[in-house]
């Protein structure tokens, strides 16, 4: 079965300081991998899309790589406003074109 | 910049109910999806649509419920007799184009439907 998994569930930051979230999947052919954010009571923000394994993408302090089995979210010097929750979802191969199968989330808390 | 737009941003209604969810997705976009997160729960997927017609549908998008674009800017979600667990946040979303891999999706705010 597809699955996706991020951890870890929640993680509390001081401004400043660096980390890495981690999204694992096991699917059928990975056709490709979006990274979104989510403020409270607001709709998925696209990040980035990765297709293979090797690819990285960077926007203003986010890093994103992604290998065979899993994609790290990196944060370079967080500020506050990185405050969100952070989802990873995969779109598989096989009969699905239309479905992204997502993870969980994880919940980023920078304090200043 | 342009973007998805739901209404209401949030509906209560009573066990058994019908309720229609409006979108007016991003409007050179041709794929419309419907997705759902239960709080605290992961995002779900419902039913994708493209050329007006359902594209995809989930285990979740049975019989009570149905997607609808009856102009050229709306797109509906309608569940006809709401259940208690059909209580979640409702995400209308589109993209512009189809390939191998997903076109980014855009978002909205998402409705609140509570189910009493």
Redesign the interface.
């Known amino acids: 079965e597809d699955q996706v998994t991020q951890s870890p569930e929640a993680l509390r930051l001081q401004e400043g300081e660096s980390s890495s979230l981690n999204c694992s999947y096991t699917v059928s052919g990975l056709r490709g991998l979006f990274w979104y954010r989510q403020d409270p009571g607001k709709g998925p923000e696209f990040l980035f899309t990765l297709y293979s394994a090797g690819e990285e993408k960077e926007k203003e302090r986010l890093k994103a790589t992604l290998t065979k089995k899993e994609s790290f979210l990196h944060i370079t010097a967080p500020k506050p406003e990185d405050s969100a929750t952070y989802l990873c979802a995969v779109q598989a191969g096989g009969d699905s074109n239309y479905q992204l199968i997502w993870g969980a989330g994880t919940k980023l808390i920078i304090k200043p | 910049e342009p973007e998805?737009t739901q209404t209401p941003s949030h509906q209560v209604t009573q066990m058994g109910q019908e309720v229609i969810l409006r979108c007016v997705p991003i409007s050179n976009h041709l794929?419309f999806?419907w997705y759902r997160q239960i709080l605290g729960?992961?995002?779900?997927?419902l039913v994708?649509f493209y050329n007006n017609e359902i594209?995809?549908k989930?285990e979740i998008f049975d019989d009570q419920f149905s997607v609808e674009r009856p102009d050229g800017s709306n797109f509906t979600l309608k569940i006809r007799s709401t259940k208690l667990e059909d209580s979640a946040m409702y995400?209308c979303?589109s993209s512009d184009r189809?390939g191998?891999?997903?076109s980014?999706?855009?978002?909205?705010?998402?409705t609140r439907l509570t189910v009493t």
Do not use: D, T, W
């Open positions: 998805v794929y999806y729960q992961k995002v779900e997927f994708s594209s995809e989930s995400f979303a189809r191998v891999v997903h980014p999706l855009h978002f909205g705010n998402g």
